[in-house]
């Protein structure tokens, strides 16, 4: 029988250190997990919101479309004087926030950008901006939130490496995506393509784990849904591509025209005009509110809001939209935008690109009404974020239907190298540059644009 060996001081105090590590490793995961399951619930809980304040619209105008002229000047002009006054950081969609804060090293403006209470702001003022008939989405925002989310976990954890810090900031940025859209894969994508801006930064464990629990924490609230229902239409090889030629040259050139629009306006808008917008930003938001109620007249009320029900009407072939519902809602996308108010542009360039879709079927009758709306509308989106691979996985998870990938993917690859002819800077990366240097002006500042910070804009 052989004699036990005797553990020694050392070895005790390895394994204790040991256990000690193990434990701290899995309350950080737990609380990390903790962080996914809230942007999960609040995603969900920000959509019910919003469609509650679409409701509310929906009412008003039920009551007589002529007080939009009221309400959506007033709606914008409040909107943004709170957002000057006490929520700087909150404006615009959120995504271009989100992915300045990837390239910041001053934890002091990362804090102030994506403190919870610009959070709960971005919530309230984007849902006030759909109430007033704002051609804006949730989505933009909800990426800001889910990032907001996991800064705030990752602060209270104590973590202070900036590439940490960068790993939750995508993770919650991509989560709010995956639950936003019940698209978990769009999430994943849309942290490689538009967040990390490289395909090089492969996905970390970190972001997976965020998608999947946010993902099902939005699933066990609302159940298993797809944003758009489900389409069984298919793009055969042959004459029906004429479709993806046409749908990628169009979308390319109108969503790279909006694109390069809104970065030019996001400069500075020359002349006296400009010099009214800087002195009165309020009396300028309110007058882009009655521009909007115009547009809202002369279509029917179908401008107002993020388009949802107008794109997912068009996509399932349920609704008969004219030509010009496209036109206008582009233009009052941008009047939006101009205002300056918190809101997105995911859901109304999805909005755009199926109106679109819509009319170009019209004239591809070989082709599956269908399946030219879904070209449509990836084709235009692609073109706005020049993130193809992101604008794919979204459709294609929105409608459910994977027959049809190979033709998206041509018309989203199609429409970008269209766009990029047009706007050489993605649209969000370009934003982002700006935000930087607006966030702290002083000229050796952490967030004073670098080669790095510039690649967001040329090289996403």
């Known amino acids: 029988m052989s004699a036990s060996v005797p553990v020694t001081s050392a070895q005790l105090r390895h394994l ?28 969900v809980t920000f959509a019910f919101l919003a469609d509650k304040a679409a409701g509310l619209r929906n009412q008003i105008i039920a009551l007589s479309p002529w007080l939009m002229l ?51 702001a971005k919530i309230f003022l984007t849902c006030l901006g759909l109430l007033s008939g704002g051609s804006i989405g949730r989505e933009g925002p909800t990426v800001q939130v889910g990032a907001s989310i996991m800064h705030t976990v990752g602060r209270f954890m104590g973590v202070h490496d900036p590439i940490k810090q960068r790993a939750l900031i995508k993770a919650g940025g991509a989560a709010g995506v995956a639950a936003a859209f019940n698209t978990p894969l769009a999430g994943i994508v849309f942290g490689i393509e538009e967040l990390a801006h490289s395909y090089e930064q492969r996905t970390s464990g970190t972001m ?82 009655l521009v909007l109620a115009i547009i809202g007249l002369l279509s029917g009320g179908m401008t107002y809001g993020t388009g949802y029900v107008q794109a997912r009407d068009i996509i399932m072939g349920s609704g008969d939209y004219p030509a010009s519902f496209f036109v206008l809602k582009f233009l ?16 109304p360039s999805l909005s755009v690109g199926a109106g679109m879709g819509g009319w170009v079927a019209q004239y591809l009758p070989h082709t599956s009404p269908g399946a030219v709306v879904l ?76 080669p790095a910070t510039d690649t967001m804009g040329r090289n996403q």
């Open 375 to 450: 070209l449509g509308t990836v084709a235009y989106f692609a073109a706005v974020t020049q993130a193809p691979l992101t604008a794919t996985v979204i459709v294609m998870e929105m409608c459910d239907n994977q027959q049809i990938t190979l033709a998206l993917l041509a018309s989203a690859f199609l429409a970008f190298g269209v766009s990029r002819a047009l706007c050489s800077h993605a649209l969000y990366g370009a934003l982002a540059v700006r935000f930087l240097r607006t966030a702290d002006p002083r000229p050796n500042s952490s967030s004073s644009p670098s």
């Open 208 to 289: 997976l784990t965020c998608v999947v629990i946010a993902g099902v924490t939005a699933i066990a609230m609302v159940g298993n849904y797809t944003y758009f229902g489900h389409t069984s239409s298919v793009v055969p090889v042959g004459v029906s591509w004429l479709a993806v030629l046409a749908c990628g040259v169009l979308g390319g050139l109108s969503g790279g025209s909006f694109s390069a629009l809104l970065i030019r306006i996001s400069r500075g808008v020359p002349g006296r005009m400009g010099l009214f917008i800087a002195r009165h930003p309020i009396s300028f938001s309110a007058l882009c509110g």
């Open 332 to 347: 009052a996308t941008i009047v939006s935008y101009c205002s300056g108010i918190p809101g997105g542009l995911f859901a």
């Open 16 to 43: 204790r250190d040991q256990a000690k590590a193990g434990t701290v490793n899995w309350r950080r995961k737990l609380i990390y997990w903790s962080g996914a399951v809230m942007v999960g619930v609040v995603a």
């Open 70 to 120: 009221i309400v959506t000047p007033g709606g914008l002009a409040l909107s943004t004087w709170l957002t000057r006054t006490w929520f700087r950081g909150a404006q615009g969609s959120g995504i271009p926030q989100a992915i300045a804060c990837m390239h910041l090293n001053d934890f002091r403006i990362i804090d102030r950008v994506l403190a919870l209470k610009i959070a709960l």
